[in-house]
């Protein structure tokens, strides 16, 4: 099948490649000219700007957008719609939020073309395992494109199956519902992967602490946090990939020397978190580890030195001193 894809940053450019290597053909475009010239020479067509683009595929035409999310997919999508012609389909396969695909979808309803919003998880290592794909549109536009869904998914590969699951899901992408439902999926994986990554973090943390000067000294332990992400990889209960990544950097260099510890966040936190509010239902874990992104970015808070005078005016209890 052929596709059109625009912008070829990290996980664009392995998108066009994962599809070339499987015969699919790719027309793309990003405003940087060496990541269009790198595609070419992988047997990419390059495309110097949207309207060339969409001059060289062919009706009905499927182009895939992997821009950040707000400005620049906005400005994309709706300088496609004034190009593409009826019956054309538009993907976005970025990290839009919902919203704006429902009002996108219907502007470009008016002048007879589809879209479909592709949440896509896989970050970096999506062109060796594949990209897990939670899809939102009408059916008529998933079928078109299923054939680049199945090429781009992880496929079934040795994890046991589950009785009764769906086979698209099994392969690694499902048909989430209308417009909008791909992207809320992932916005709530995304939601969820906060609250994840927040626990490993919290509790590698006590690990590493439990060597602190004023624990009894018969109470302190230096321990291996490598050999212990290592360990809970094989046959724990929390083994993920999340897991995996943190063995890895831990083996790589257990201090983290070179982090910061500035943690950001690409707005689907917030997003599941409005989300949770919006329908009455309590996100305890997911709203306290999106606010401890928040916390990572400052030195101290003006919340925090109010505790601090407070605790010293009921109880006359002095600032510890930090400890680095």
């Known amino acids: 099948m052929q596709l059109g894809i625009i912008g070829l940053g990290r996980m664009g450019g392995n998108i066009a490649r994962r599809l070339m290597k499987d015969g699919h053909t790719c027309v793309v475009y990003d405003r940087d000219a060496k990541a269009v010239d790198a595609l070419a020479k992988d047997g990419a067509t390059g495309a110097k700007d949207l309207k060339d683009l969409v ?112 086979t698209r899901a099994e392969h690694g992408y499902i048909h989430a519902g209308p417009v909008g439902a791909g992207h809320f999926v992932k916005m709530v994986h995304n939601g ?69 510890g500035a943690v950001a966040d690409s707005g689907e936190g917030r997003w599941t978190i409005e989300a949770a509010i919006e329908e009455a239902v309590p996100a305890e874990v997911l709203s306290a580890a999106l606010y401890a992104r928040f916390r990572s970015r400052l030195e101290h808070t003006f919340g925090e030195k109010l505790l601090s005078a407070m605790r010293f005016g009921f109880g006359g209890h002095v600032e510890t001193q930090s400890q680095g």
């Open 55 to 166: 001059a060289k595929l062919e009706p009905p035409r499927a182009v895939w957008v992997m821009l950040p999310a707000g400005g620049p997919t906005e400005d994309t999508v709706m300088a496609l719609g004034e190009l593409m012609e009826a019956h054309d389909t538009v993907i976005d396969g970025g990290n839009t939020f919902y919203k704006d695909d429902i009002r996108r979808a219907k502007a470009l309803k008016e002048k007879g073309l589809t879209y479909l919003d592709v949440g896509t998880s896989g970050g970096v290592w999506g062109l060796e395992r594949g990209y897990c794909m939670m899809v939102g549109g009408d059916d008529e536009a998933f079928e078109r494109v299923e054939p680049i869904l199945k090429t781009l998914a992880p496929g079934m590969g040795t994890i046991p199956r589950t009785k009764g699951a769906d």
């Open 192 to 260: 969820i992967e906060y609250g994840l990554m927040q626990a490993y973090a919290e509790g590698f943390d006590i690990l590493k602490n439990k060597n602190a000067e004023d624990l009894p000294e018969d109470q302190r332990y230096d321990l291996n946090l490598a050999d212990i992400s290592e360990v809970w990889r094989r046959g724990s209960v929390v083994s993920s990939w999340l897991l995996d990544l943190t063995a890895s950097a831990l083996a790589g260099d257990v201090k983290l020397e070179k982090y910061t």
